[in-house]
């Protein structure tokens, strides 16, 4: 049988979540940001196409069946296989998520280890020990705070408003989660409170749209 359009797009959007060693938080979070539906198979064409071509901004290389092993190019810095570490995925979350704040303007894998090799001196991930580790972790926690607070007062003050007039419905249980969530981050202006906020006040805002 022959694959339809849309379910090539699906898998290839798959294939895409699997080289990019992508958990399934940041993958569901792509789907809904970027596609706007939690699933892929829930996707139109266009929404399937708009997600795919985030993929190969992050980093994602399609590859075409019809060359032959004498016909592949050599590996590349950009080629190599990803780190696949829990504190590699963190990064590459972190360095995902930049972009979405509007911070970092090429999210692909070559541009994190151009980043990687500035600030810890080696050129990819895997290369790094503990403590070039951590300082990725925190200089990428420090770069995202120069806006994030904004952010999820802006977020904050979009949803307060959705939600008086009604625009946005929240039960009595999602309402008292979200001034919770909101009231940890404005207690405690750190990075992963912030994330939490800015990340729960996103999916509540959706709603709007």
Same mark, same amino acid.
């Given at each position: 049988?022959?694959?339809?359009?849309?379910?090539?797009?699906?898998?290839?959007?798959?294939?895409?979540?699997?080289?990019?060693?992508?958990?399934?938080?940041?993958?569901?979070?792509?789907?809904?940001?970027?596609?706007?539906?939690?699933?892929s198979a829930d996707m139109t064409i266009?929404?399937?196409? &708009?997600?795919?071509?985030?993929?190969?901004?992050?980093?994602?290389?399609?590859? &075409?069946?019809?060359?032959?092993?004498?016909?592949?190019?050599? /590996?590349?810095?950009?080629?190599?296989?990803?780190?696949?570490?829990?504190?590699?995925?963190?990064?590459?979350?972190?360095?995902?998520?930049?972009?979405?704040?509007?911070?970092?303007?090429?999210?692909?894998?070559?541009?994190?280890?151009?980043y990687c090799k500035r600030i810890t001196?080696?050129?990819?991930?895997?290369?790094?020990?503990?403590?070039?580790?951590?300082?990725?972790?925190?200089?990428?926690?420090?770069?995202?705070?120069?806006?994030?607070?904004?952010?999820?007062?802006?977020?904050? &003050?979009?949803?307060?408003?959705?939600?008086?007039?009604?625009?946005?419905?929240?039960?009595?249980?999602?309402? /008292?989660?979200?001034?919770?969530?909101y009231a940890k981050a404005r207690q405690?202006?750190?990075?992963?409170?912030?994330?939490?906020?800015?990340?729960?006040?996103?999916?509540?805002?959706?709603? /709007?749209?």
């Amino acid at each position: 049988m022959k694959t339809s359009p849309r379910q090539k797009l699906v898998r290839l959007i798959h294939v895409a979540k699997r080289d990019l060693r992508m958990n399934d938080d940041t993958y569901r979070d792509i789907l809904f940001k970027v596609g706007k539906k939690k699933s892929s198979a829930d996707m139109t064409i266009p929404e399937l196409e &708009h997600t795919l071509e985030h993929m190969k901004k992050c980093g994602f290389k399609v590859r &075409h069946k019809n060359k032959t092993a004498g016909q592949r190019k050599p /590996a590349t810095p950009c080629s190599r296989t990803l780190a696949d570490f829990p504190e590699a995925r963190k990064i590459r979350a972190l360095w995902l998520f930049l972009h979405q704040l509007g911070l970092v303007k090429n999210p692909n894998e070559a541009a994190l280890g151009a980043y990687c090799k500035r600030i810890t001196g080696v050129d990819a991930l895997q290369w790094m020990d503990g403590d070039q580790v951590l300082t990725m972790i925190e200089t990428l926690k420090k770069w995202a705070m120069r806006v994030l607070p904004g952010k999820v007062h802006e977020l904050a &003050h979009e949803v307060a408003g959705a939600v008086r007039t009604g625009k946005i419905p929240l039960s009595p249980e999602e309402l /008292a989660d979200l001034n919770a969530v909101y009231a940890k981050a404005r207690q405690f202006p750190s990075f992963d409170p912030m994330w939490t906020a800015y990340e729960h006040l996103s999916v509540i805002a959706e709603r /709007a749209h």
